[in-house]
């Protein structure tokens, strides 16, 4: 189990303010690897990811890349602290970058850079017959799964 840090300023400002419940609301609870199921996303169509690429769906935290292998979709909750790194980073075909804490992962979720350690998790994919891609993020798969985009 990790927990959330924060500085030492912080947590005792809260706890003058209001006890370690306050503390908690402040620096985040104790945590284990962060939540990253978030239920059914549409995410377009084949068309809208070109082989290389790498796109977060809008702020949720979901991006779905492309390579030569196919079509797979990913966290984008940083395995460090929990940031939605749709809204607090950088997605791009090179990668991930967590901006709350520096985290940087490659474009098929592993780290390259800490203080994250866990890679971030793969969801389940389909394409129907007229290319409409849905990721199933409440189905996490190993992060070599790929969907094929024919």
Known sequence: MSIHRCSRRVALEALAGGGAGAVVGACGAPTGTPPTQV????????????????EALGNS????????????????????????????????????????HGSQFDANGGVTHGPAREPLAHFAITVDASGTITVHGDQEVDA??????A
């Open 144 to 149: 070599a799964v790929r969907t094929p985009a």
């Open 39 to 54: 239920g059914t996303i549409e995410a377009g169509v084949l068309a809208d990811y070109p082989v290389g690429s790498l």
């Open 61 to 100: 935290p979901v991006a779905v890349g492309r390579d030569a292998k196919g079509l797979y979709a990913m966290t984008l909750t940083c395995t460090h602290a929990g940031c939605n790194m749709a809204i607090d980073g950088n997605v791009s075909a090179s990668g991930v970058y967590c901006s709350c």
